[in-house]
C-alpha cells in the first residue's frame, strides 16, 4: 500500500442547491489531529471568501495498492452482499455492503440456498467477529452488536 497525500474537502452549496467541492492537500504523515486543526482553520478562510455556505467538511488519507491482485473471473461488483447488524440502540440497524460476494459465500442448501450469505462460512465469521468488535458503527455513531441479515443482492 501507498500512502498518498490526505485531502480536505469541503462541500459547498448555493441559493440553487448545487454544490461544488474546494479541495486542499496536506503533507503525508500528517496526523489525523493536525489534519482536523488545519480543516478548521482553512474552513475559517474561505468562509469570508465565498457566498456559498459550507456545508460539509472532509478529512480523506487516502491508500492505493501498489501490486493490486486482478479481479477473480467472472467478477461482478454489482453483486453486493448486505448484512444487515442490530446496533447499541434499540430497533436501529446498521447495512455493511460487500461488492463482488462470492458465490462460495451462499447457502447451498435450504430455503435461502443462492440468496442467503452462510453466517458460518469462516470468512464470514471473521468479518462479523471485526465488525461486532465495538470499533465499527453506523453513520449516527451506534455501535454494531450483532448480524440480523445477510443476503446477496445484484443492482443494475
Same mark, same amino acid.
Given at each position: 500500500?501507498?500512502?498518498?497525500?490526505?485531502?480536505?474537502?469541503?462541500?459547498?452549496? @448555493?441559493?440553487? @442547491?448545487?454544490?461544488?467541492?474546494?479541495?486542499?492537500?496536506?503533507?503525508? %504523515?500528517?496526523?489525523? =489531529?493536525?489534519?482536523?486543526?488545519?480543516?478548521?482553520?482553512?474552513?475559517?478562510?474561505?468562509?469570508?471568501? =465565498?457566498?456559498?455556505?459550507?456545508?460539509? +467538511?472532509?478529512? !480523506?488519507?487516502?491508500?492505493?495498492?501498489?501490486?493490486?491482485?486482478? *479481479?477473480?473471473?467472472?467478477?461482478?461488483?454489482?453483486? !453486493?452482499?448486505?448484512?444487515?447488524?442490530?446496533?447499541? $440502540?434499540?430497533?436501529?440497524?446498521?447495512?455493511? $455492503?460487500? *461488492? %463482488?460476494?462470492? @458465490?462460495?459465500?451462499?447457502?447451498?442448501?435450504?430455503?435461502?440456498? %443462492?440468496?442467503?450469505?452462510?453466517?458460518?462460512?469462516?470468512?464470514?465469521?471473521?468479518?462479523?467477529?471485526?465488525?461486532?468488535?465495538?470499533?465499527?458503527?453506523?453513520?449516527?455513531? +451506534?455501535?454494531?452488536? @450483532?448480524?440480523?441479515?445477510?443476503? !446477496?443482492?445484484?443492482?443494475?
Amino acid at each position: 500500500m501507498l500512502a498518498k497525500q490526505p485531502l480536505i474537502g469541503f462541500t459547498a452549496l @448555493d441559493g440553487t @442547491d448545487s454544490s461544488a467541492v474546494a479541495r486542499f492537500w496536506i503533507h503525508r %504523515g500528517t496526523e489525523v =489531529s493536525a489534519a482536523m486543526s488545519a480543516a478548521a482553520a482553512m474552513r475559517g478562510r474561505l468562509v469570508p471568501l =465565498s457566498s456559498c455556505a459550507f456545508i460539509r +467538511q472532509s478529512v !480523506v488519507y487516502p491508500f492505493i495498492e501498489m501490486a493490486p491482485a486482478a *479481479p477473480l473471473a467472472g467478477a461482478q461488483a454489482t453483486r !453486493v452482499g448486505v448484512f444487515v447488524f442490530a446496533t447499541s $440502540e434499540p430497533d436501529r440497524y446498521a447495512i455493511v $455492503e460487500i *461488492p %463482488g460476494i462470492l @458465490d462460495a459465500m451462499l447457502l447451498t442448501s435450504g430455503p435461502g440456498a %443462492g440468496v442467503q450469505i452462510d453466517p458460518a462460512a469462516p470468512a464470514v465469521v471473521n468479518l462479523v467477529a471485526e465488525l461486532t468488535s465495538g470499533r465499527w458503527c453506523n453513520p449516527f455513531g +451506534q455501535v454494531l452488536i @450483532d448480524l440480523v441479515a445477510a443476503f !446477496v443482492q445484484v443492482r443494475p
